[in-house]
């Protein structure tokens, strides 16, 4: 059966509220104060969108494939891997750590993980598996919409003080 217009809207909307959602579960991970325990509930977060998307996509999901899929399109960008973990270690300095971890660590979590959201919707709708997935292709996609997640947030935090 072919799918319209109006149902590939509907799905590309649906996987928008998912990525936006696990963004926000992940910024909320971000908060756990123990360093390397953010960075695990962190990445299974955003191995459970990329399921999730999947199963929207009706495209066949493993999680050795999904782990392998994320791992290799978050490592196309060291700064935001390297965002991520600086912000979960900071944490462990006693007072100022702990605070600096705590502001910068769902920014970076949840823009990573709504930009992950969005490139593999577009790989998906492209009528990618994960088995086609090339991050490297993905890269500058997913480049910006990280960079479009990180100034979305810091105008709404700006907004919001």
């Keep these: 059966m072919a ?13 928008i509220s998912l990525s936006k959602r696990y963004a926000a579960y992940a910024g909320g991970a971000a908060f756990i104060p123990v360093p390397v325990v953010d960075i695990a509930a ?19 999901f493993s999680s050795n ?5 994320v791992t290799a399109l ?29 502001v910068s660590a ?23 598996t994960l088995l086609t997935f090339d991050a490297e292709k993905m890269r500058e996609f997913f480049k910006s919409e990280y960079e479009t997640a990180t100034k979305s947030r810091s105008s709404s935090a700006k907004a919001s003080s």
């Design 42 to 60: 962190i990445g299974a977060l955003q191995l459970k969108l990329v399921k999730d998307l999947s199963d929207l996509y009706d495209v066949p």
């Design 106 to 128: 769902p920014a970076f979590a949840g823009a990573a993980t709504y930009a992950v959201g969005r490139t593999f919707t577009m790989h998906f709708e492209s009528g990618g």
């Design 74 to 102: 978050l490592s196309t960008l060291v700064p935001v891997q390297a965002g991520i973990t600086t912000a979960s270690f900071v944490k462990a300095v006693p007072l100022f750590g702990t605070a600096l971890g705590v």
């Design 3 to 15: 799918v319209t217009e109006v149902e590939e809207v509907d799905r590309v909307d649906q996987a």
């Design 65 to 69: 494939s999904g782990k392998a899929a």
